[in-house]
């Protein structure tokens, strides 16, 4: 599949089949859910009045707070039936996704997904139906007293409705593509003044966009840091690599007997996208400022592997040169 086509399908929503790490694979560690990575769901729901969905917690370290329908992804689940399960458990509703608001991280050993969704059935959990999972729910205005169980879901509901009142970034829901680690997917573009577009590639065994995995000790944003590393050796330090955001995001699990079968599929790929800029701080050896002359065209690569293409169609490099410069791509924010 030609370069332009890889990054297109990225774009559509389509994702890629993953087949294996480019950058340092003895580092990242295949996914096992619960062992070497954890997903938990949380969901944004508002009804018509633009009052939020929340549950009254039943946990004894947390018992009578609320919070947003969130909970832990369990084996044999896809993303998005998790967070419906959690809807349903803890609130009583069904729901169907809208996009995902938002992906939080600290590296691959705690990542939420929160979803923006909308009720489909169901009734709402009233007191004297509570169980292990909440002792109610309700909808709530933002403005009546409410104790809550961390002030952090505050952020998530202002993008909730940040999205419902305007779409600031194309709908985007996982794909259904296995994936055997929690990997990135670089798309790292390289402008000039003439805007003109360049992506960084691997060349075999045929030309693609770099894959590299998340490691414990790290943000799933490091990767991306790796990667330039990786290709440009000791020019790397003259750059700056700028996250822009989530394109799209891969993951499927195959519930098949044995753990050791089925356990290829706990991953997930986020395909990022992702920009090269010149350090706008560049010394000498003595430590003297020098004054840097923007290039016209991407550091050469010290590493063989890689290589740099240019993006031939316009109609590509302008939706591109579009996200760059007012991004409009799913937020990924790392909690580290």
Same mark, same amino acid.
């Given at each position: 599949? !030609?370069?332009?086509? $890889? ?38 729901? *508002?009804?018509?009045? !633009? ?6 917690? #039943? ?12 909970? +832990? ?19 009583? @509703? ?6 995902? *608001?938002?992906? $939080? ?7 939420? @997904?929160?979803?923006?969704? %909308? ?56 794909? #259904? ?25 691997? %060349?075999?065994? +045929?030309? &693609? ?6 490691? =414990? ?33 891969? &993951? ?30 560049? +010394?000498?050896?003595?430590?003297? =400022? *020098? ?46």
């Amino acid at each position: 599949m !030609e370069v332009e086509d $890889q990054i297109r399908r990225i774009m559509e929503g389509e994702g890629l089949e993953f087949t294996e790490l480019d950058v340092h694979p003895d580092q990242a560690k295949p996914a096992t859910l619960r062992k070497t990575v954890s997903y938990i769901v949380c969901a944004v729901i *508002l009804n018509d009045q !633009e009052e939020v969905l929340m549950v009254q917690e #039943a946990k004894q370290e947390c018992f009578g707070q609320w919070y947003l329908p969130a909970g +832990r992804m369990e084996e044999g689940e896809a993303i998005e039936a998790a967070m419906q399960r959690e809807v349903k458990e803890e609130a009583g @509703f069904d729901c169907q996704p809208i996009t995902l *608001l938002l992906i $939080q991280e600290q590296g691959p050993q705690w990542i939420r @997904f929160i979803f923006l969704a %909308k009720v489909t059935g169901g009734s709402l959990k009233i007191p004297g139906e509570g169980d292990q999972e909440s002792l109610q729910a309700t909808w709530w205005d933002r403005v009546s007293p409410l104790q809550l169980r961390g002030r952090d879901i505050l952020d998530l509901i202002d993008s909730g409705l940040k999205y419902h009142q305007e779409t600031w970034h194309p709908r985007t829901l996982p794909v #259904a593509i296995p994936c055997s680690h929690v990997v990135q997917r670089l798309v790292l573009i390289f402008s000039n003044a003439e805007e003109e577009l360049w992506v960084l590639l691997v %060349k075999a065994p +045929r030309l &693609h966009l770099p894959t590299a995995g998340a490691v =414990k000790t790290h943000t799933l944003m490091w990767a991306s840091s790796l990667v330039v590393q990786d290709a440009l050796g000791s020019l790397y330090y003259d750059q700056e690599v700028t996250a822009l955001g989530v394109l799209g995001l891969q &993951h499927h699990y195959h519930p098949t007997p044995g753990r050791l079968q089925s356990r290829c599929s706990d991953g997930v790929c986020f395909n990022m996208l992702a920009q090269l800029v010149p350090d706008p701080v560049q +010394r000498d050896r003595d430590g003297e =400022k *020098l004054e840097v002359v923007p290039p016209s065209q991407p550091p050469p690569p010290e590493n063989p592997r890689y290589t740099w293409k240019r993006i031939q169609s316009q109609v590509l490099t302008d939706i591109l040169l579009g996200k760059m410069k007012n991004p409009c791509t799913l937020p990924i924010h790392s909690l580290y």
